[in-house]
Every structure is written in structure tokens, then in C-alpha cells.
């Protein structure tokens, strides 16, 4: 009988430990604002491919994080620089731009 108390007692003591340690291991953004941002993410994605213009611009990374897009990579000049950001500024969601693009031989 002591022997399943014991048992019994480990096994609660691991579940509680389980349970602390995954509440301790959430992300800062919803589900829905996870999916937001992926959808975000894809159409600036999407229109940057579109503009004539930008489509030949293959070293661009997008990421967004709760609205704000993250422009990086690198560019051929400033005008290419200002498109993209404009582009990923008419999104739907996007909250704000951060455009970290740098411009090639400068």
C-alpha cells in the first residue's frame, strides 16, 4: 500500500511539474494573431512578386510579428527601397514597416 501512495504521489508531483512548466512555454501572440501575421507575411509577399518593377528583387525577406512587417536583404537602389516598403505598407493588418533593406554598392 506504501508503495502505491508513493507511486501515486511521484506521478501527481510530475503531472503539476508537466502543467508549470508548459504554461511557462506560451508564445506572445494568439493563434489568431499567429495566422494574421502569416497572411500578412504571404501578401506582402504576393504583391511584392507582382509589381513589375520589384518581381526581379529575390533577396527580400519579410517577416511580421503582430502587424509590423520586417523588411530585409538587399536592393539595387533607393527607389527600389521606398517601392518595397510602400508595397508592404497597403497591406491589411500591417500595422508598421521596418525597413531594413540595404542598398547594393553603395
Same mark, same amino acid.
Given at each position: 500500500? @506504501?508503495?502505491?501512495?508513493? #507511486?501515486?504521489?511521484?506521478?501527481? +508531483?510530475? $503531472? ?6 508548459? +504554461?511557462?512555454?506560451? $508564445? $506572445? %501572440? ?7 501575421? +502569416? ?5 506582402? @509577399? +504576393? @504583391? ?6 520589384? %518581381? ?7 517577416? #511580421?510579428?503582430?502587424?509590423?512587417? $520586417? ?32 542598398? @547594393?554598392?553603395?
Amino acid at each position: 500500500m @506504501k508503495n502505491l501512495f508513493r #507511486s501515486i504521489s511521484v506521478l501527481v +508531483a510530475l $503531472t503539476v511539474a508537466l502543467m508549470v512548466f508548459g +504554461a511557462s512555454c506560451k $508564445t $506572445t %501572440s494568439s493563434p489568431s494573431r499567429q495566422v494574421d501575421d +502569416a497572411a500578412i507575411k504571404a501578401s506582402v @509577399k +504576393a @504583391k511584392l512578386a507582382a509589381d513589375v518593377k520589384l %518581381s526581379t528583387l529575390t533577396n527580400i525577406e519579410v517577416n #511580421s510579428t503582430n502587424g509590423v512587417v $520586417t523588411l530585409a536583404g538587399m536592393v539595387n537602389d533607393e527607389s527600389d527601397r521606398i517601392a518595397a516598403e510602400n508595397v508592404a505598407r497597403s497591406v491589411d493588418g500591417v500595422v508598421r514597416v521596418n525597413n531594413n533593406l540595404q542598398i @547594393k554598392n553603395r
